[in-house]
């Protein structure tokens, strides 16, 4: 089955520590995204790949960087993580509207449980 | 500011019964509707997309759009305990997709 793949699903790091979450894709989608969620608040969005455009939010703390060396694969390095950056990190892909579907439309991944000690 | 916006709830209705979700948007170029289920610690998944005004059906599930009221409901008929989750509502302009913080939906046997 087409899928979106994270991994690992947790992930435990100390304060200061870098860590790397990793995301994969079957769907042969074009566009791939990195939200932050935390508890009983919406994914909030770090950055999103237009194929290889990186479009990266205004308000995305420069601690989060992201790789996507190709179409398949995308990558969220966190260089220096903080207490706050506690979360779950869902990835995302869409694929451009066809002939059989007139818009975009977005499947997520099972999340990464990120726990910063 | 693209906002969408949701009552948190949480909501509650017995098994059986039609559970009734609403949102609104405040972007007018909104292109497409979409309501997720998220289980706790889980992440979302897509249960419904709409893209023009009226109703659209899937099983148990029927999304309404009105777009002139900027306005979206996911209906849920004969509700089950596994329905318990929240529902996140989303809508996209283009790729950017805009999040409501959820509705939180419990159904109690």
């Known amino acids: 089955d087409a899928m979106v793949i994270q991994n690992p699903r947790y992930q435990v790091t100390q304060f200061g520590k870098p860590v790397t979450l990793s995301c994969s894709q079957t769907?042969?989608?074009?566009?791939m995204y990195w939200y932050q969620q935390k508890s009983s608040q919406a994914p909030k969005l770090l950055f999103h790949?237009?194929?290889?455009?990186?479009?990266n939010e205004a308000d995305t703390p420069d601690n989060f960087q992201s790789r996507r060396p190709n179409t398949s694969f995308c990558f969220l390095d966190i260089r220096s993580p903080g207490l706050g950056d506690a979360a779950m990190y869902l990835c995302?892909?869409?694929?451009?509207?066809?002939?059989?579907?007139?818009?975009?439309?977005?499947?997520f991944g099972p999340g990464t449980r990120l726990t910063v000690t | 500011q693209k906002e969408v916006e949701q009552n948190s709830g949480p909501l509650s209705v017995p098994e059986g019964a039609i559970a009734s979700l609403n949102c609104t948007y405040s972007?007018?170029?909104?292109?497409?509707f979409f309501w997720y289920r998220q289980y706790s610690g889980k992440s979302p998944e897509l249960i419904m997309s709409?893209?023009?005004?009226g109703d659209k059906e899937d099983g148990r599930f029927t999304a309404q759009l009105n777009k002139a009221s900027q306005y979206v409901s996911l209906l849920i008929r004969d509700s089950q305990p596994s329905d318990s989750a929240t529902y996140l509502c989303?809508?996209?302009?283009?790729?950017?997709?805009?999040f409501g913080t959820g509705t939180s939906l419990t159904v109690i046997p």
């Open positions: 790949y237009y194929d290889k455009d990186f479009n």
């Open positions: 989303a809508v996209n302009i283009g790729n950017q997709f805009y």
């Open positions: 769907l042969n989608h074009n566009v």
């Open positions: 972007d007018r170029v909104s292109q497409s």
């Open positions: 995302a892909t869409s694929g451009a509207p066809t002939s059989g579907r007139s818009s975009y439309e977005q499947y």
């Open positions: 709409i893209y023009s005004n």
